[in-house]
């Protein structure tokens, strides 16, 4: 399929290096144990000196935090627990003082179940009626299909008021929103107006392919397990009926049209299609720049995922690329040892995609995911699942910002999870090392700026199972990327043997790339940017 030409949005370059802030875990500026809009506030500098283009603020909006914020009850306001509108407002100002733009998190898929359009709708009171997903029950009283949401529960939720049910793709607390509703999409678009008007210069919308549904109900099918048995029953059906994602593609155009042309605007994609293809779907010049899906940092083996999502186009910007995020556990934990070798692994190769690029906080000093016990879990889905998966919660450990001082300098008080670790120490220690994660970090995406790769053409030179061979073609010229999956050495790319490497995730070896490295060369010989 042809790429479509990029449209230029404001002051946004086509393919941003956008930083994932989790408020609750970033900093804590007051002493409650959690972070706080001041608290990221004070510490945009560090943001801003990494290099990349603009900060994804994660849900800041009124919520009893059932699901870490993205069950709202008020979208038009700052919980208290992270501040006041005026404190975003002086967190806007100093991001564009220090040239990073904002983007922000969009729950328009679902509320609370105590935000007040739910009480009122659960009471049919107009215009509230139809402003969630109802239906009656089958005439035995149960539910009207078969659904199961993404958490592992029943789809629907019986409501005592309005004797009907509710649809839950979420957690029990997180009622559907009717995107066929147009008073909704009117209160929906007033919201991202309210932002824009505060200076956010873009937004992330949640489970953007969940806005709507088949409205005739009929049951999801079987999946084929193929003798598997998944932990999460979510996976033992396709979600053919309870998703529409081509439905919420031509959807997109709406928020597109409410957010305004020079809004960056990214769609999270779930559910059974991960395909490119719905990928571009989303991405076109008067929908969303960009959508991602969990397939390349849920594989096991980055190389062979990689290939195939570039052999069916994804790197041509509209697939945005990301290792962690506070819904996954953190890569270099979950298929890595959390060494610092994995962390410069996985950034090395992250940070050469063409295409926008998101960075989970923590994982430019290789913070690992945290081992919780059960006792310390705060996420519904972690205490659902565990010990069986890894979880979220050990993602969203707290930012070490000084492993010396007390709580690693996150706040004064008790922290609300363990803080996070990473093996060089804190932001504070990787900042006086040259050999650091985040000096790793520092240089890559300075020569990712430098070599135009945001932008560059990219093809396939090489893949052998563990190995990847990328050809790169940027703004200065061709470069080559290797990635060395493997534990074991495997020979240099024969185009560049001798030459030095731009970049290294560690030191070449006269062997060969050595286990588990990544390494960038330019193949012209001026210097580039010279
Ligand atoms: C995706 C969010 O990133 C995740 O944290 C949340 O639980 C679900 N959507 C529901 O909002």
């Given at each position: 399929m042809e790429a479509e030409p990029r449209t230029t949005r404001g002051r946004w370059p086509h393919n941003p290096v956008i930083y994932q802030i989790y408020p609750r875990s970033f900093r804590d500026s007051t002493g409650t144990g959690e972070g706080d809009l001041r608290g990221i506030t004070e510490r945009l500098d560090h943001v801003a000196d990494l290099g990349v283009d603009a900060i994804w603020l994660s849900p800041f909006f009124v919520s009893p935090m059932c699901d870490g914020g993205y069950d709202v009850a008020d979208h038009a306001a700052v919980d208290p627990r992270f501040g006041t509108l005026e404190d975003f407002d002086a967190l806007v100002d100093r991001a564009h003082d220090l040239g990073l733009l904002v983007m922000i998190d969009q729950v328009f898929n679902h509320t609370s179940k105590d935000h007040p359009w739910y009480k009122r709708s659960a009471l049919r009171e107009p215009p509230y009626e139809n402003f969630y997903v109802w239906a009656d029950p089958n005439p035995d009283g149960s539910p009207p299909t078969n659904w199961i949401g993404f958490f592992g529960a029943h789809a629907w939720r019986w409501n005592p008021r309005r004797r009907q049910y509710c649809l839950h793709?979420?957690?029990?607390c997180q009622p559907c929103l009717n995107h066929h509703c147009p008073e909704l999409r009117a209160r929906q678009n007033a919201i991202t107006a309210f932002w824009r008007d505060r200076g956010v210069d873009g937004f992330r919308y949640d489970a953007v392919t969940a806005y709507f549904h088949d409205r005739a109900l009929p049951d999801n099918p079987p999946a084929d397990l193929g003798g598997a048995q998944p932990i999460n029953p979510f996976e033992y059906q396709l979600h053919q009926h309870d998703m529409m994602p081509n439905d919420c593609a031509a959807f997109s155009a709406e928020l597109r049209d409410a957010a305004g042309p020079d809004a960056y605007l990214l769609g999270e994609i779930n559910g059974d299609d991960l395909s490119v293809e719905l990928v571009r779907k989303f991405s076109r010049s008067d929908r969303l720049d960009a959508a991602y899906t969990q397939e390349l940092p849920s594989s096991p083996k980055l190389a062979p995922t990689l290939r195939r999502l570039i052999e069916d186009g994804a790197g041509q910007g509209a697939m945005a690329w990301w290792l962690s995020s506070h819904d996954q556990p953190r890569r270099i934990s979950r298929a890595g040892d959390g060494s610092a070798r994995d962390a410069r692994l996985h950034a090395g190769l992250l940070l050469a995609l063409p295409g926008p690029v998101m960075i989970f906080q923590g994982d430019e000093i290789g913070q690992q995911q945290a081992h919780l016990e059960y006792h310390q879990l705060r996420d519904q889905f972690d205490r659902n699942y565990w010990p069986a998966t890894a979880g979220r919660d050990g993602a969203r450990a707290p930012l070490p910002w000084d492993s010396e001082a007390p709580n690693a300098g996150f706040g004064s008080g008790e922290p609300w999870l363990p803080i996070g670790t990473a093996e060089q120490g804190g932001v504070a220690q990787q900042r006086q090392d040259d050999e650091s994660v985040l000096a790793f970090h520092k240089r890559a995406l300075a020569l990712r700026a430098r070599l135009g790769l945001a932008d560059a053409a990219i093809e396939i030179e090489q893949a052998d199972g563990d190995q990847l061979v990328l050809r790169l073609q940027g703004a200065k010229g061709p470069v080559v990327v290797a990635l060395n999956e493997s534990d074991k050495t495997c020979p240099v790319p024969p185009r560049v043997a001798g030459r030095e490497p731009l970049?290294?995730?560690c030191t070449l070896s006269t062997d060969g790339l050595p286990p588990r490295s990544v390494f960038w060369w330019h193949l012209d010989d001026a210097a580039p940017g010279a």
């Open positions: 793709q979420f957690l029990p970049l290294g995730s």
